[in-house]
């Protein structure tokens, strides 16, 4: 087989783990979006806090050190101990229920009947305090995030692929992972909205809110569940990310790559998240293998947009997102 | 009467919180929050901790104190000229912008306002030819005599021959990142090297690309000059493809701590550059631990003392706490003004007697600027990491850099500088 073509296939499988965590944003944005029309410019910074959390607990890191030890001239840092990993996840996840609990009752509340727009400044205001609250509550510094998962080239890919080709596939362990968390997650996601009663609720919400109010479903107890299930895939994607760059602020950034995700898989699809973050995974990674070394490389940032503008062009909606038909 | 009791307290109260103006004032345009806090805490703290330190110990500089008002940047170009404005009125002596974007706007400003800016290891290289950067220092090294410290490293890692091997340059794609090519392509064209550069865009959370690339290319080094999250995954990702860390050299901007740690015990052998001493086994550690630590008036909590940024902080302060006594000295005055400062800075000496006596021996070279050198030496060490001991280590003496190849670089680029700016050479 020839040789650029073994290559554009191992770019490929790589494009397609890639795909997988900006799907695992993209979700986020997906659920608020479905069940309360509200495009959560935050869903970033969710990721970054769920992450600091998580490495916080599990390492004893006391919260608020730096501002307690300004005010009271102490010298705390740590508790003295580490927590399990399961039990930091658990009390991390916990306190991303505390934070939706926090922005429905004292954010979204005021805004019911609110312009979308309004609610999208809204999470445009929750960024900006989240990206001072975090550091502040666990510092500014890159923490390293280990919760166990395997990292490097997978040798089994790379000897059997090295067997049948002469050239052996490189796969992150941490990408295979993250394809199988993401595998359960939607799974878990389209289980619970098809067959829980709070998920037909959440349903309900999604298609109408005033009809969803007229049957006796809590619009406030939706937003805090739907924001807290944000808050969890928020936590997951930023364990896969974290533990590829350590947790820091910048982690908020990825939330970029989830948009051209979402502009082609439409704002309201579970499943089209993830096909979404899979053509912009493998369209960048072969893009840039094909067309970068001729335009002088570093084509991903830009190309997931172009590639969803053009998507914009022929269907507005996305690939799976619902078509808006508003009559005159 | 109370009111006139109120206008006395108000007025002594502003006599006090104000700074007195006696002060010698260095501004320190730092970035303690955004996307690079973790590298602008410990460089901000370091360069505080050293003026703090002189205050305590020697009361300041030539019996003036030293007053260092903080101006957060974010690391944002447009804050960074927000900040040089709302602080030059304090008296300001020197700038050290702490970033290349907020480096470049400055330099005609701060040339007209006649204050020095230095800019060690980072801002715009070609600043060293002080024929035509009157106000501009980057001593002691720049990064293009980072990029040939790193292929002299490679050269004695081969026997002084490189002929066909390849060496692939990765690297922030902006005008910092891009700043070593032209010196890399030079260097390849003298010693027959094999250069392809691959570039990486902001932030950098994702470079599955460029690796799977590098894995292709198989190049014997790859030399990387990132910042900010991208050195964490950079490191990350060649540990991941299992690329030999012993030939992957970062600049001094890509080898802190905070870079290696999140890959774990893979980054043991990953290479820096380095312009300065890592560690705190020199005495003027003990002393900024005895007169700042232990005194609770150090900037941050102490945790960053010895760290390689924190002591690129206080390597700067001294740089400028000296030039500012050589100021005191050439014009017999102790409060001095910016333009004695800069020529302070111009006629600066640092011997390696000299940083005996600061505690600093062995910490950078030796070397004397001068009216048409402001870039200093270009002598630059190699660190590497060892993830088990939690530490870096210089692996190598302060090297000087290939000037034949860097010195006609540095004056073309400095040339086109004063034609597009009418700029008269100030050295006779």
Not at chain 1, 228 to 243: D, E, N, R
Request: aromatic share 12%; charged share 15%; with cysteine.
């Amino acid at each position: 087989m020839p040789e650029q073509l073994l290559f554009a296939m191992e770019v490929t499988l790589n494009g397609l783990m890639a795909g997988v965590l900006y799907a695992l944003v993209a979700l986020g944005f997906v659920l608020i979006f479905k069940a309360s029309g509200i495009f959560n410019f935050a869903q970033g910074m969710l990721v970054v806090f769920a992450a600091m959390t998580l490495v916080g607990v599990q390492t004893g890191q006391i919260p608020f050190a730096h501002l307690i030890n300004t005010i009271f001239g102490t010298k705390i840092h740590h508790f003295g101990w580490t927590v399990p990993t399961i039990i930091a996840i658990i009390v991390a996840g916990a306190a991303m229920v505390l934070v939706a609990w926090i922005i429905e009752k004292y954010i979204l509340q005021h805004l019911i009947g609110q312009p979308d727009i309004i609610l999208f400044m809204a999470t445009i205001g929750m960024w900006y305090f989240m990206h001072g609250f975090a550091p502040l509550m666990w510092g500014s510094e890159v923490m390293k995030l280990d919760v166990g998962l395997a990292q490097g080239i997978n040798e089994t890919i790379d000897t059997t692929t090295y067997g049948w080709f002469g050239y052996g596939f490189f796969i992150d362990n941490l990408d295979i992972v993250a394809a199988i968390v993401a595998a359960l997650l939607v799974t878990a996601l389209v289980l619970f909205s098809q067959y829980t009663k709070q998920g037909r609720a959440l349903r309900a919400v999604a298609d109408d809110h005033s009809a969803a109010l007229s049957v006796g479903i809590s619009l406030r107890f939706i937003w805090v569940l739907v924001w807290s299930i944000a808050g969890f895939v928020a936590l997951v994607a930023g364990i896969m990310w974290g533990s590829k760059s350590g947790v820091q602020i910048s982690l908020a950034e990825v939330a970029l790559k989830a948009l051209p995700v979402l502009m082609l898989g439409g704002f309201t699809s579970i499943p089209g998240a993830i096909i979404g973050g899979l053509i912009i995974g493998v369209g960048e990674q072969l893009f840039e293998f094909a067309i970068g070394p001729l335009v002088g490389g570093a084509t991903q940032a830009w190309f997931a947009y172009v590639l969803a503008l053009v998507f914009l062009i022929f269907r507005p909606q996305g690939l799976f997102g619902e078509k808006i038909i508003e009559r005159v | 009467m109370t009111f006139k009791r109120v206008a006395a307290a108000s007025v002594a109260a502003l006599m006090v919180g104000s700074p007195v103006m006696a002060d010698l004032v260095f501004p320190s345009l730092s970035y303690r929050t955004g996307p690079f806090a973790a590298g602008g805490i410990p460089y901000a703290d370091g360069f505080a901790d050293y003026f703090t330190m002189l205050n305590e110990r020697d009361g300041g500089i030539g019996g003036v104190a030293v007053s260092v008002p903080e101006c957060e940047t974010a690391y944002n170009t447009e804050k960074g000229v927000e900040c040089y404005e709302s602080t030059k009125g304090m008296g300001a002596l020197a700038y050290n912008p702490l970033s290349t974007g907020i480096t470049y706007q400055l330099i005609p400003k701060a040339t007209a306002d006649d204050i020095p800016l230095y800019t060690p290891g980072y801002g715009r290289t070609s600043a060293a030819n002080g024929n035509v950067f009157s106000h501009v220092f980057n001593f002691p090294a720049n990064y293009w005599n980072g990029a040939s410290a790193a292929i002299n490293h490679v050269l004695e890692l081969n026997g002084g021959d490189l002929k066909g091997k390849k060496i692939v340059l990765l690297h922030f794609n902006g005008a910092y990142g891009k700043e070593p090519i032209p010196t890399l392509t030079k260097l390849g064209e003298k010693h027959g090297y094999d250069l392809t550069t691959i570039p990486i865009d902001y932030p950098g959370q994702e470079q599955k690309a460029q690796w799977l690339q590098i894995r292709r290319e198989k190049p014997d080094y790859v030399l990387f000059w990132g910042w900010g999250v991208m050195n964490q995954v950079a490191i990350q990702e060649a540990a991941n493809i299992r690329y030999p860390m012993d030939q992957f050299i970062g600049v001094w901007w890509s080898g802190a701590e905070h870079d290696v740690k999140p890959a774990g015990d893979k980054a043991t052998g990953y290479k820096a550059m380095t312009f300065h001493g890592v560690g705190s086994d020199y005495p003027v550690f003990g002393d900024l631990q005895k007169y700042v630590v232990d005194a609770g008036k150090a900037a941050g909590d102490g945790s960053n003392v010895g760290t390689v940024i924190y002591n690129r902080g206080v390597y700067a302060a001294m740089m400028l706490a000296e030039a500012a006594k050589k100021a005191q000295e050439i014009h017999g005055v102790a409060d001095i003004t910016s333009a004695q400062m800069r020529d302070g800075l111009e006629q600066l000496e640092i011997t390696n007697a000299r940083m005996a006596e600061l505690g600093m021996e062995g910490f950078g070279p030796e070397f004397k600027v001068s009216c048409a050198n402001h870039g200093g030496p270009g002598a630059i060490a190699i660190q590497q990491w060892d993830a088990a001991a939690g530490k870096w280590s210089l692996i190598s003496d302060f090297g000087a850099s290939d000037m034949e190849v860097i010195q006609p670089l540095i004056d073309a680029d400095s040339a086109a500088y004063a034609a597009e700016n009418n700029i008269e050479p100030q050295c006779n």
